[in-house]
């Protein structure tokens, strides 16, 4: 009979012993999974928020250009207004010629 017990009690302890390594084992090999991804994730989120403000910088620049863009278009209309406008263009014809009369007479 205590042959038999130890026959049977022997493979027990021994597959409690195996179980038992395995789960510490594997908790932890978890655990440095679960780190390696915690790193990973923050890596990640470290990049997105440089990449984040990269892009934030990129749309500034080009909000300035595009208002700098807008500010000479209304400056090339008004002007182009102001010179396409016939009293604008009589009146320098007018000072234009009396400029070339007061030349020719002096002469």
């Given at each position: 009979?205590?042959?038999?017990?130890?026959?049977?009690?022997?493979?027990?302890?021994?597959?409690?012993?195996?179980?038992?390594?395995?789960?510490?084992?594997?908790?932890?090999?978890?655990?440095?999974?679960?780190?390696?991804?915690?790193?990973?994730?923050?890596?990640i989120k470290i990049q997105s928020e440089h990449d984040l403000r990269k892009l934030?910088?990129?749309?500034?620049?080009?909000?300035?250009?595009?208002?700098?863009n807008a500010q000479v278009d209304l400056t090339k209309e008004i002007l182009g207004?102001?010179?396409?406008?016939?009293?604008?263009?009589?009146?320098?014809?007018?000072?234009?010629?009396?400029?070339?009369?007061?030349?020719?007479?002096?002469?």
């Amino acid at each position: 009979m205590d042959d038999l017990f130890i026959q049977i009690l022997v493979p027990i302890a021994t597959a409690v012993i195996s179980y038992l390594a395995a789960i510490n084992k594997s908790k932890k090999e978890l655990d440095i999974v679960k780190e390696q991804c915690s790193n990973e994730i923050n890596k990640i989120k470290i990049q997105s928020e440089h990449d984040l403000r990269k892009l934030e910088l990129e749309i500034d620049k080009q909000a300035s250009l595009y208002e700098k863009n807008a500010q000479v278009d209304l400056t090339k209309e008004i002007l182009g207004g102001v010179f396409n406008s016939s009293n604008l263009n009589d009146l320098m014809s007018n000072a234009m010629t009396r400029e070339f009369q007061k030349h020719l007479k002096i002469k």
